[in-house]
């Protein structure tokens, strides 16, 4: 039962990644005053991708070529392990905080490497923002998730979610600002602003993506919203597992999968509107506005330290 739960867990994450981007598009219209596309644009463009032939660059290598498969399959194990519709990993291996820490960390690294194996000058800046981003928000989850491990007693993502929906994770303020960072840090990961220039993927944060055309195109832009998806889950899944199904039970699972499509969207809608209503800056400059999270999630461990 809960190997059937996992595989349904990644595939609903990965058809609806693309709805959830669509609807994210809208919104960022509407605020701006625009019509905007539909919703389920984000579906007909990875059609199409999938019908065009595929053009290498001259001199790309290995990398390149399994970059696209890697991003998106890393991100489909992950989704494959959270606690989403269950207070429990359906998959306990993928689901401890190592393995999603490296799960996560894969798919930047073969990333920028791919940057670094085309020939194109635009791909090699969006690997160096994309390390950059990584070098300022990967140590500030890292630390949140080890507070939360130590105030569950594991590293599994399960029994964190066991210990916040029973409010007996320890100490409670601890796990409180550890949620705050998190939800910020969880912000930075899904390449919202002004962590991201949302109309110029393609040159700057994504700047890989245009070294890619065809099937590989549309898996790497798939990867990209699952990204984003999976990130939200992960913050509900540890945070907000209120309302999970206890026991594989298969009517409480329906119930904790609606459950959790809400929360996801609610956390996804509220990332939307704070998107829209900030600023863009020079990448360069994002470290001044991480180290607050730097210091929310060392704060979180200090609180764990005294036991408040």
Known sequence: MTIIIAILQAVLLVAAAPLASGVARKIRAKMHSRTGTSVLQDYYDLAKLWRRCEVREGGSGLVSRIAPPVFLGSFALVAAGLPLAMQACPIPLLGDIITVLYLMALPRFIFSLA?????????????????????LVEPSLMLVLFVMAVAAGSTNLGIMAQAVGTLTAYPFVAVVVAGVACAMACYIEMGKLPFDLAEAEQEIQEGPLAAYSGPSLAMLKLGVSVKQLVVASL??????PFGAAQAPDAGAVLIGFLLYAVKVAAVLLVAAVIENSVMRVRYKYLGRYTWFVVGIASLSLVFLVIGI
């Open 115 to 135: 940057a670094i194996d085309s020939a194109g000058s635009y791909t090699a800046i969006g690997g160096i923002r994309e390390l950059l981003v990584g070098v």
């Open 235 to 240: 913050f509900v899944a540890v945070f907000l």
